[in-house]
């Protein structure tokens, strides 16, 4: 069915007509489309009014175009989070109905690098321990995470407790509260390390969140760097006007 004609422009037309057949489940998650030769046919108009749809439907990530093979209907991230809230892994999954897991892969105590001295601002005697693991939503990986905090700020069986919260381990003594982080968000295409340990695939980007965490006196406590399926997190911040 073509589409009927009325005051606004024609991309615009096509650009609700799609996401109305991605609504109704007529192109479901991650199935190609149809070609721009038989999608124009179909919707009457030209394939550059196709193409200019196509191309703003992609800077919404309702869809992605894999060069040499088609277009496909991204699917909806299952997880989603405001980035000016300093919220945890684990409470976006448990918010989601989904049960947050932790698979443990290694932990490594050594001496601090240079950028590892500007960042805590610690002495080179200071030992930096680095954690990798896992997070998981109903047994299924979908951030990997890399942290990296000064050893003498944490319990001396935090490594061996392996499930326990760093944020949490952080403040047990009384003496750091974690008050606030500053974030830095990169996309990312396929990682050779990472994204065969979250199953994805060459289609599927990863987004890079590096944190900073700082305590109530402005000192860096803790650095992150989490690896999130794109397929599966989103994340938006809401800005007021000044």
Not at 182 to 188: E, G, K, N, R, S
Not at 211 to 239: E, G, M, P
Request: hydrophobic share 35%; proline share 4%.
């Amino acid at each position: 069915m073509s589409i009927k004609a009325d005051h606004r422009h024609l991309y615009l037309q096509v650009i609700d007509r799609l996401k109305e057949d991605i609504q109704k489940g007529i192109y479901r998650e991650n199935e190609k489309l149809p070609s721009e030769f038989d999608l124009s046919k179909e919707l009457g108009v030209s394939r550059a009014t196709l193409r200019e749809a196509l191309r703003l439907l992609e800077e919404e990530n309702i869809i992605v175009r894999r060069h040499g093979v088609g277009t496909f209907v991204n699917p909806k991230p299952v997880f989603t989070s405001g980035i000016e809230q300093l919220s945890s892994i684990s409470s976006m999954i448990e918010n989601a109905g989904m049960i947050p897991g932790t698979i443990f892969i290694d932990a490594s105590e050594n001496i601090p690098t240079d950028d590892d001295i500007n960042r805590f601002q610690c002495d080179y005697d200071d030992h930096v321990l680095t954690i990798e693991r896992v997070r998981t939503a109903d047994g299924e990986p979908v951030v990997y995470c890399i942290d990296k905090v000064l050893t003498k700020h944490l319990p001396a069986n935090f490594v061996q407790k392996k499930e326990v919260s760093i944020f949490s381990s952080l403040e047990q003594s009384g003496d750091i509260h974690v008050a606030y982080a500053v974030t830095y968000i990169d996309p990312v295409g396929y990682h050779e390390q990472v994204s065969p340990i979250l199953n994805c695939g060459r289609e599927t980007a990863l987004l890079v969140l590096k944190q900073l965490h700082y305590d109530d006196n402005d000192r860096v406590v803790l650095y992150s760097k989490n690896y999130f399926r794109a397929d599966k997190f989103s994340f938006h911040v809401i800005r007021k006007r000044v």
